[in-house]
């Protein structure tokens, strides 16, 4: 479920109906997280997935419901900024690799490393796959559920190991 671009006067809107729970402001543009669309996927049956930046959002999602399973997904600066421009022309790798995006980088690591205690898990994902990271969250996610179909808390915490 990632945030949605959008007016203030949309934010206003959802916040006048209660329905905006977390929002936040990137290089002037506006985002939002809103009850409607995250339980709308829950009703569904689908189990929403979440990227957050720094634990404001991840303190308003726990708000929202205490059955999130947390997972820190971390790689160094130099991994993502190649990921993100891989196959990129010069121009196009310029216009992406900002000062700014730098610096909101530096201060999401920073921000999540100090909470790195409120994840149930980290994995890095410059060492891990995408196949090998989502194996182990689905196995997690299954292991934080009881017989029941209560949920109950995960105490994997995840050391990855080099390879």
């Known amino acids: 479920m990632g945030a949605e671009q959008t007016s203030q006067k949309h934010l206003d809107e ?3 109906w209660a329905q905006l729970f977390y929002e936040f402001t990137v290089e002037r543009a506006r985002y939002g997280y809103d009850r ?5 996927l829950r009703g569904q049956g689908h ?15 726990q708000r929202e419901s205490d ?6 997904l971390r790689c160094p600066r130099d991994h ?3 990921r993100l421009t891989r196959g990129r ?21 920073k921000a999540l490393e100090q909470g790195a205690q409120r994840f149930t898990m980290t994995l890095r994902s410059d060492r891990l796959d995408a196949v090998e990271i989502a194996r182990i969250v689905h196995l997690a996610a299954q292991a934080s559920v009881r017989a029941d179909g209560s949920p109950s ?4 915490r995840s050391a990855s190991r080099s390879r």
């Not at 992406?96 to 690591?109: P, Q």
Request: proline fraction near 2%; charge should be neutral; glycine fraction near 0%.
């Open 153 to 156: 808390t995960v105490e994997a």
């Open 80 to 82: 993502a900024q190649d």
């Open 47 to 61: 189990i929403p997935v979440v990227c957050v930046e720094n634990i404001d959002a991840l303190s308003a999602f």
């Open 67 to 72: 059955d999130w399973l947390t997972v820190l």
């Open 89 to 109: 022309s010069a121009t196009e790798r310029a216009a992406i690799i900002t000062r700014s995006w730098r610096r909101r980088w530096d201060r999401s690591v």
């Open 14 to 16: 959802l916040r006048s």
């Open 36 to 40: 409607e669309r995250l339980n709308t």
